[in-house]
């Protein structure tokens, strides 16, 4: 009877670990620069330790298999590129895979505030700051799974700057734009878009006040220009939860919220991670 009982309960919870690993909903596959790279590995009897560029991975099973769920640069040239992992007898190998091209607008933004375009020497000591803060946020690792790759808006609004343009402060050439600009009203609520735990809160520079969540295997979050901010470094937060509002701190023109995804250390356009209906409310 007692035998019984144990393969019962091992039986079960083989099942739900089949079931849930079948139900993980995964981002879209777009493997151009600034999007997803969704790459098949080997079986293997435990979850793979898999790296691009130096940097580890996320790996997720759907339907018994692993995958490598992969952040490709906005600065990735078109060509091949390659995936490194250890195999179950220790061994190095690669995978190699396809960057596909693509081209992004530009855009052209006029700033009064001289100083967000060209920082004064008082400036470059905090900046300098901050940047150590928002690279330990953005390369943080977390080995628990996600609790979901797919995620809700966290804000419904139309989008005034999208992902990957290339920008112009004042006629200057700055870095392309690594976030989704969402066009909402001050003091419109932010919404966590899926579960996870708040690493780094604060009022930035560039950003104004800005959270970080962590979502497990390299996935972050990142919220810039709030009006306030509702959380706390170490709270963990639910789809939907209230994290703030939205604001026009730091670097802007005006109201809106700007939304960071990052894959292994990676920005990448957040559309990817949008159910196709909020991927229409996302549109500009």
Partial sequence: ?????????ALALQLFCTTNAQAIDLPQHAPVPGGIALISLPDSPAVPAVYYRKKRVMVVKQDDQWLAVVGIPLAAKA?????AYKDSQGKQQKINFTVEDKAYESQYITLKNKRMVNPEKRDMTRIGQEQKRIRKAFSNWDEASPHSVRMILPVTAPVSSPFGLRRFFNKQPRKPHSGL?????????????????????GDFFFNGNTVFIDHGQGLVTMYCHMSRIEVKPGQSVKTGD??????????VTGAHLHWSISLNNTRIDPTLFLDT????????
């Fill in 1 to 9: 009877m007692k035998r019984s009982i144990i393969y019962l309960l």
């Fill in 79 to 83: 060509g091949n590129a390659t995936l």
């Fill in 242 to 251: 209230v994290i703030g509002a939205v604001g026009k701190t730091g670097r």
């Fill in 181 to 201: 600009d969402l066009a909402a009203a001050e003091g419109t609520p932010i919404l966590a878009p899926t579960e996870g735990k708040v690493t780094e809160t």
């Fill in 277 to 284: 209906t909020d991927s229409t409310k996302a549109s500009p």
